[in-house]
T-cell receptor, first 113, second 115 residues
Framework: QQQVKQSPQSLIVQKGGISIINCAYE??????FPWYQQFPGKGPALLIA?????SEKKEGRFTISFNKSAKQFSLHIMDSQPGDSATYFC????????????FGKGTMLLVSP | NAGVTQTPKFQVLKTGQSMTLQCAQD?????MYWYRQDPGMGLRLIYY???????DKGEVPNGYNVSRLNKREFSLRLESAAPSQTSVYFC??????????????FGPGTRLTVT
C-alpha cells in the first residue's frame, strides 16, 4: 500500500511559468515532509522541507504548501527555469525517535526554454 | 568532504552471479540506507542501519543482504543476481537534525544490469 501518492508523473512547463507538484499521504503520524530534487545521473538531494505546524514554507523560488486536514502537500516552483528540469520526490516521515523516509514515485519536470 | 561515496558506478552481471556494492560516508552519521530506483517506482528502501551494529529490512529486502562494517561503511550484497534486480542503487546516510528531522544525503548511485 503506497503511503505517499505523488502527481503528476511528468510535467512540462514553459520558462517563467509555475510548476506545481502534489502529494497526498495516509499516515496521520507523519510529521516531516521533505522534497528531494534529482538531476540525471545524480543522487537525490534535499530541496526543502516542512513540518505540519506551518501551512507554508518558502525558500527562494520554491514553496511548500501544506494542508493538514486534507493530508496533502505541494511544491510550487515560481519563475521556473530550464535548470530546474529534474525529477522531484516528495517524502514523509515521523520525527523524533527513528523513522525511515517514505517516498512518492517522483515527478519528472521539464522546463522548456 | 566527499559525503557519500559508492563503488562501483556501473556493473553488468550474469544471472546467478554475486556481487557486493560498497558505500562509505565521511559525515560521521549514525544511520545508513540502501535504496533501489526503478522507472515509475520512485525510491524503495531495501535495508537500513539505524546505528552501527544494527540492520533492518526495508520495503524490498528479498534477494539482498547487508553488512554494517563500521560507522562509515555499509555494503549491499546480491548473492545470486536476477534480472529483476536490474536497477540503480543508491546509498544514503543521515543523522538526527534540527527538531528531530533526518535529512538523508545520497551517494551518486550504482547502475546495475543483470543479463
Amino acid at each position: 500500500q503506497q503511503q505517499v501518492k505523488q502527481s503528476p508523473q511528468s510535467l512540462i512547463v514553459q520558462k517563467g511559468g509555475i510548476s506545481i507538484i502534489n502529494c497526498a499521504y495516509e499516515n496521520t503520524a507523519f510529521d516531516y515532509f521533505p522534497w528531494y530534487q534529482q538531476f540525471p545521473g545524480k543522487g537525490p538531494a534535499l530541496l526543502i522541507a516542512i513540518r505540519p505546524d506551518v501551512s507554508e514554507k518558502k525558500e527562494g523560488r520554491f514553496t511548500i504548501s501544506f494542508n493538514k486536514s486534507a493530508k496533502q502537500f505541494s511544491l510550487h516552483i515560481m519563475d521556473s527555469q530550464p535548470g530546474d528540469s529534474a525529477t522531484y520526490f516528495c517524502a514523509a516521515s515521523i520525527r523524533g525517535g527513528y523513522s525511515t523516509l517514505t517516498f512518492g514515485k517522483g515527478t519528472m519536470l521539464l522546463v522548456s526554454p | 568532504n566527499a559525503g557519500v561515496t559508492q563503488t562501483p558506478k556501473f556493473q553488468v552481471l550474469k544471472t546467478g552471479q554475486s556481487m557486493t556494492l560498497q558505500c562509505a560516508q565521511d559525515m560521521n552519521h549514525n544511520s545508513m540506507y540502501w535504496y533501489r530506483q526503478d522507472p515509475g517506482m520512485g525510491l524503495r528502501l531495501i535495508y537500513y542501519s539505524a546505528s552501527e551494529g544494527t540492520t533492518d529490512k526495508g520495503e524490498v529486502p528479498n534477494g539482498y543482504n547487508v553488512s554494517r562494517l563500521n560507522k562509515r561503511e555499509f555494503s549491499l550484497r546480491l548473492e545470486s543476481a536476477a534480472p529483476s534486480q536490474t536497477s540503480v542503487y543508491f546509498c544514503a546516510s543521515s543523522d538526527r537534525g534540527g527538531q528531530g528531522a533526518y535529512e538523508q544525503y545520497f551517494g551518486p548511485g550504482t547502475r546495475l544490469t543483470v543479463t
